[in-house]
């Protein structure tokens, strides 16, 4: 089956820094991938849908400037969470969407002090 | 407000018995629905879908059931192994064009196998 993964899996950082999450498809082209969040015993909540070569686009209530999406090739997708804050401490999910359903990555685990 | 809905958070069920896992959604516009298993702190892993032009898709241990005028599905695990112990998203998808598929996901059921 289709590959994704995710770099890091797991991530402390101090409270304004910035962090970057990889979301790669290893073995196949993903012309959209979408950026998810899960906070604890609650379900995946989509964050934006990432585009190659265009703008994501984000859902109702998630902040652009905060969320940084770069979808710079078929395989890569990027997440940066800027200016990190501990409301920010959650688990970033990404999925490359394939021809009938979606691949999804294992996850990063931010934890922000 | 919860377009898809998983009513119960948690199911145990007997080893080698059946696992039935349920689902329901408000959106009528929903045309394609998937299942998802999730081991915590990983990514869930597609398990099965259904387009809405089915009643029925098998695979396996797996078998979805859609019910289209009730706005409900449901999966079916028979028979359950302890492996299966796990967190089940049911998933619903609109206009599933080109590739393009934006998922709205339930809440989850956990799932327990007892040996």
């Known amino acids: 089956g289709a590959v994704v993964s995710q770099h890091p899996s797991w991530v402390i950082c101090k409270s304004g820094t910035s962090v970057k999450i990889e979301c790669r498809s290893l073995?196949?082209?993903?012309?959209?991938m979408f950026w998810y969040r899960q906070f604890p015993k609650q379900s995946l909540m989509l964050m934006a849908t990432s585009n190659e070569g265009s703008k994501a686009t984000y859902e109702q209530g998630v902040e652009k400037d905060k969320f940084l999406i770069n979808h710079a090739s078929l395989t890569l997708s990027t997440l940066t969470v800027t200016s990190a804050h501990p409301e920010d401490s959650s688990f970033y999910i990404c999925?490359?969407?394939?021809?009938?359903?979606?691949?999804f990555g294992p996850g990063t685990r931010l934890t922000v002090l | 407000d919860q377009q898809v809905k998983q009513n119960s958070p948690s199911l145990s069920v007997q080893e080698g018995r059946i696992s039935i896992l349920n689902c329901d959604y408000t959106?009528?516009?929903?045309?394609?629905f998937l299942w998802y298993k999730k081991y915590p702190a990983e990514g869930p892993t597609f398990l099965i879908s259904?387009?809405?032009?089915?009643d029925k898709n098998e695979d396996g241990r797996f078998t979805v059931f859609l019910n289209k005028s009730a706005k409900h599905l449901s999966l079916h695990i028979v028979p359950s192994q302890p492996g299966d112990s796990a967190v089940y998203f049911c998933a619903a998808s609109a206009s599933w064009v080109g590739g393009y598929q934006k998922v709205t996901f339930g809440t989850g059921t956990k799932l327990q196998v007892i040996p």
């Open positions: 259904i387009s809405s032009i089915k």
């Open positions: 959106n009528s516009m929903f045309d394609y």
């Open positions: 073995d196949f082209q993903a012309t959209t």
């Open positions: 999925s490359a969407a394939a021809t009938d359903t979606q691949y």
